[in-house]
């Protein structure tokens, strides 16, 4: 029998980490991405990665802090047990990437500095300068490179996986294009790895970088995977708005020091440096003075949004308000944020040391993806512990397995066998709403520790059954031959039906797309708008039935990869849309302005999109959650009724 | 404004550069618009052509939104249906490395290229070509293949023992940070190897060890060779730099440096290897 191979999706973050791991357990790994692995979009990640550490632990923190963190940050959606896994294991992936040469931001006595995030009062945040996922891709590419050299890895750069092979329930390969030659062929493997990252593009811009589509994920989708909480969208509340991109700026700034402010008085049109401190408005130090600046992600853009929309208050009348940095030291600001501070000076032209910068929300992250599952570690206590605070640390230290189980076959595995979802693709970590730095922890978990999962899984079922090596060559021909009728169809000038009514442009489906769900499925949602917005996607699904390209090379056409992908995202836009729909209540990132309390009897499940080929739409239904770990509570980051009147300074994390 | 973070020499050819843009990007004209000239080729081996394209200019835009228009409106300035330009990208935040062309006859990256600082008035013309060092895909898409090759011909990773517990890395001082941290930022865009002279296109992959390995990959040797784990793999690497398109092969003309849009300093990389070539020939010369 030929050896056993496991193709990789995806090689940012948590695809290169899978690679490493896979590759040392001896398995031979394909690898399969749309960029070289050293450009995907983990490169963007600025701020820092989350992990309990010495200095922080002495002052009460512990992994157990961290896991109940997320969990609260999440607004109690997520199952609890894999989140203790990653927290505990979270110091030990700080270790291994300093092992691996990463250069975080060091103290004079060499120790790993430290900064705050949000959602926590603990400085637990690692960084290397102000590009953290960029030196820690750099890391794992170059891991994954020497695996290359000695022949245990193979990159498939620039091919674009189209679509999973499944045979008798399980996977067996897939079908990817070469985007040069524009191949299309199969690849047999005993496991698939789907760490193809996340879906900004739904919405037009956002902070993601281009090839973030979602269509890898939608188009298992289609093949019959579960998606998991799809609503469940990040908006980032501080962006610069562009052009072709809206880049982030990073929630260092503000763990730094950075702080949140508009004129108190609508249609100020001073200098921000000529506003005296009684007149500027730092809501969000006046509404959470425990939290101020650091509040999670999605309180602070609700706050920004309320701020400027409902209460008109935003800079020069605009969606805008300010963050401001100018009371730091510049010297202090170029060590710890030069990276970020840098990218606002190139595209916006202003130097943020010396003047306020003016930024807006963003869509950024997806919490939700793929459906996967897991086995339960050891833990478990008889009774649900409260909310947990520093002072009643829960009864457990971090040995391994306590949340999940080391090895078991079904980590981070999707409802159809040898399929996995590693990385921002998974739906797992982060419940309703993800904190700050949790997702690169995220990511290099999945790879590590599920990585060893795949591993088990193929030498323990998946050639029990039938390995992929004894699979007829027929089934892959047949994938094939389906991929291939989809390009013709887009290159035809009818559609399916015959008819000669064609669309020729798939750049306006984009854009109206991307409009529809920027309007209606981000800050604010409500039962009509969202059942306009599916009136919206079915139109253009219909729209996109008709398209015919304009480009008919049959070599290197990106068009025709654009647009394909389009027609998967279309399908992820109608299960963000249904999903909040459905969901009634508001929690995290989803606030419905008719449904404005979380529900728990009803709604603390995962929403469970399923697609039907038949009718090509989607299902939802809500499953329960394993919540027996932390018991729910109010999610107010203590906060205090909004007033108008100036209130008393609170004191300021970080400096 | 933009050398606050770089620390450019007020004096230097960049700081007028520099300079200029900004004083562009001032007397910028809002509802302009500019014609772009597109070097355009249908894939490996087929000839070369110039195409115009007419473009309204928005506020920010940059040379990615820009090409983005022309994707979704394929028509030249003639009037003529074309097809939309291929070109590559990704972060669109000059992080990824994925975007380099040459623009206005310079290399650089195309998401960081603001239209106000290089085309401030009504029809001003800007030329986009694909870089010469590498095989064109298609359009202004070229195949770097060779970038990441030369960064295993000198082993530029750490060998550790594996993924598996064994504690910490090495305590390191924050001076000795900043000096890894700022090698650490090279996105093998391969900027530097197209304005280098002695770096050269190379189709045959076969001819790839032999070529002029590039300031790029030295610098990530001497990065390596920094580290106290990577440090084990010191004398493989210097022992490649020293051999046929090692460090030698480098005529030291600085064009590197002065392209690189992460201001690594090559220049000083180059010679730090240059210098731990020459002990590394001496031991080899005595114990040989
Ligand atoms: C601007 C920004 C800043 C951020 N900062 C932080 C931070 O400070 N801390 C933090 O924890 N998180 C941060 N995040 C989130 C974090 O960066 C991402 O969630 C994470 O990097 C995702 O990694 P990934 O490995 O899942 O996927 P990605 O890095 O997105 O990689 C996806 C891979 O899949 C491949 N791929 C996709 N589709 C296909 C296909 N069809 N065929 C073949 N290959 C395919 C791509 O080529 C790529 O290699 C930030 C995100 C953004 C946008
Ligand atoms: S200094 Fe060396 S590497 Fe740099 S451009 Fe000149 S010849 Fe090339
Ligand atoms: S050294 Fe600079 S120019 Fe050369 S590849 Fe790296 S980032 Fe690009
Ligand atoms: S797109 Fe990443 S550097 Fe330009």
């Given at each position: 029998m030929a050896q056993q191979r496991v193709i990789v999706v995806g090689g940012g973050l948590a695809g290169l980490a899978a690679s490493v791991r896979i590759a040392e357990a001896g398995t031979p790994v394909d690898l399969f991405s749309l960029v070289p692995v050293k450009r995907s979009h983990s490169v963007c990640a600025q701020g820092g990665i989350n992990a309990c550490n010495e200095v922080a632990r002495q002052q009460g923190y512990s992994e157990y802090e961290h896991f109940d963190e997320t969990i609260y940050g999440g607004d109690f959606l997520a199952d609890q047990h894999p989140v203790l896994e990653m927290a505990n294991w979270a110091p030990r992936i700080i270790d291994l990437l300093d092992r691996m040469g990463v250069p975080f931001n060091r103290t004079n006595e060499g120790n790993r500095d430290l900064r705050l995030f949000g959602g926590s009062l603990f400085k637990r945040t690692h960084f290397a300068g102000a590009t953290t996922g960029q030196q820690l891709i750099y890391a794992l590419d170059e891991q994954v490179r020497r695996y290359e050299a000695e022949g245990k890895v193979s990159k498939y750069e620039f091919w674009e996986f189209l679509w999973p092979i499944i045979e008798d329930g399980k996977a067996v390969g897939i079908v990817a294009q070469d985007l040069r030659t524009m191949q299309i062929r199969s690849f047999r493997a005993d496991a698939v790895v789907m760490a193809t990252g996340g879906n900004g593009l739904v919405y037009g811009k956002s902070t993601q970088s281009v090839i973030c589509t979602g269509a890898a994920a939608a188009r298992c989708y289609q093949a019959g995977v579960w998606y998991g909480n799809p609503e469940m969208i990040q908006v980032h509340p501080t962006a610069i708005p562009g052009a072709d991109k809206l880049r982030l700026m990073s929630e260092s700034a503000r763990g730094e020091g950075g702080r949140v402010w508009v004129p108190r008085k609508k249609g100020d049109t001073r200098n921000p440096k000529d506003i005296p401190e009684a007149e500027r408005y730092y809501f969000l130090e006046e509404r959470y003075p425990a939290y101020g600046n650091i509040v999670p992600r999605d309180i602070a853009t609700r706050e920004i949004f309320s701020v400027c929309v409902n209460d008109g208050l935003g800079v020069d009348g605009q969606n805008q308000v300010y963050l401001d940095l100018t009371h730091l030291a510049p010297d202090y600001l170029t060590k710890k944020l030069g990276g970020i501070l840098e990218i606002y000076e190139k595209f916006v032209g202003a130097d943020p040391r010396f003047s306020p910068m003016k930024i807006f929300p963003a869509v950024h992250y997806s919490m939700g993806g793929l459906w996967t599952t897991f086995t339960k570690g050891s833990y478990n206590p008889n009774d649900a512990l409260t909310k947990h605070k520093s002072g009643s640390r829960a009864p457990i230290n971090f040995d391994i397995g306590l949340g999940m189980q080391l090895g078991a076959p079904n980590n981070s595995m999707t409802n159809i066998p040898g399929i996995y979802a590693f990385g921002e693709v998974n739906f797992a970590y982060h419940g309703a709403n993800r904190l700050g730095a949790n997702a690169l922890l995220s990511c290099i978990f999945d790879g590590l520790f599920c990585g060893v999962s795949v591993v088990n899984y193929i030498k323990n079922e998946a050639p029990s059954k039938k390995p992929a090596d004894s699979v007829a060559q027929s089934v892959f021909d047949a994938a094939v031959a389906s991929e291939q009728a989809k390009v013709k169809r887009l290159m035809d000038a009818v559609d399916p039906a015959g008819n000669r009514n064609v669309e020729v442009n798939p750049y306006a489906i984009g854009k109206e797309l991307g409009d529809e769900m920027t309007a209606a499925c981000t800050v604010v949602r409500g039962e009509a708008r969202l059942k306009q917005c599916l009136g919206k996607l079915t139109e253009l699904k219909d729209r996109y039935s008709r398209l015919k390209l304009a480009d008919a090379a049959t070599w290197t056409n990106q068009s025709m990869s654009y647009t394909r992908a389009m027609g998967d995202m279309l399908l992820i836009a109608e299960a963000i849309a249904k999903g909040a729909l459905e969901r009634r209540e508001s929690r995290g990132a989803h606030y419905r302005e008719d449904h404005t309390e979380r529900d728990d009897a009803n709604f603390m499940k995962t929403t469970r999109a399923v697609y039907d080929p038949a009718s090509r739409t989607t299902t939802v239904d809500f499953v329960p959650i394993d919540a027996s770990l932390i018991k729910p509570t109010a999610r107010t980051y203590g906060k205090k009724e909004a007033s108008a009147e100036p209130a008393k300074k609170p004191a300021l994390a970080g400096v | 404004m933009i050398s606050t973070f770089t620390n450019t020499d007020a004096n230097s050819p960049l700081a007028a550069e520099l300079a200029q843009r900004m004083a562009n990007r001032k007397m910028a004209k809002e509802g302009r618009t500019i014609i772009f000239r597109i070097k355009r080729c249908d894939g490996p081996g087929k000839p070369s052509r110039w195409e115009d394209f007419k473009v309204p200019v928005p506020k920010n835009a940059n040379v990615i939104s820009c090409l983005q228009y022309i994707a979704a409106n394929p028509v030249t300035a003639q009037g003529q249906q074309s097809t939309p330009v291929v070109w590559d990208s990704g972060c669109l935040e000059e992080v990824c490395g994925a975007c380099t062309m040459v623009i206005n006859g310079k290399v650089r990256?195309?998401?960081?290229?603001?239209?106000d600082d290089y085309a401030p008035g009504e029809g001003d013309v800007m030329t986009l070509e694909p870089m010469s060092k590498f095989p064109v895909i298609r359009d202004l898409w070229v195949d770097r293949e060779r970038v990441f090759h030369n960064l295993k011909r000198v082993k530029a990773w750490v060998p550790i023992d594996g993924t598996y517990y064994l504690g910490g890395g090495p305590k390191e001082s924050p001076q000795k940070q900043e000096t890894r941290y700022k090698l650490s930022e090279c996105m093998s865009c391969g900027c530097c190897l197209e304005a280098c002279p002695q770096f050269n296109l190379e189709?045959?992959?076969?001819e790839w060890d032999s070529a002029f390995i590039g300031a790029h990959a030295i610098s990530q040797a001497r990065l390596f060779n920094e580290h106290e784990t990577g440090k084990q793999l010191k004398d493989d690497r210097l022992d490649v730099l020293m051999g046929p398109g090692g460090v030698n092969d480098c005529g030291n003309a600085q064009n590197c440096v002065k392209v690189c849009p992460k201001h690594i300093p090559l220049t000083e990389s180059i010679a730090a290897i240059g210098r731990a070539v020459t002990v590394r020939a001496f031991t080899r010369f005595f114990k040989d």
């Open positions: - | 990256q195309s998401c960081s290229c603001l239209i189709e045959n992959k076969n």
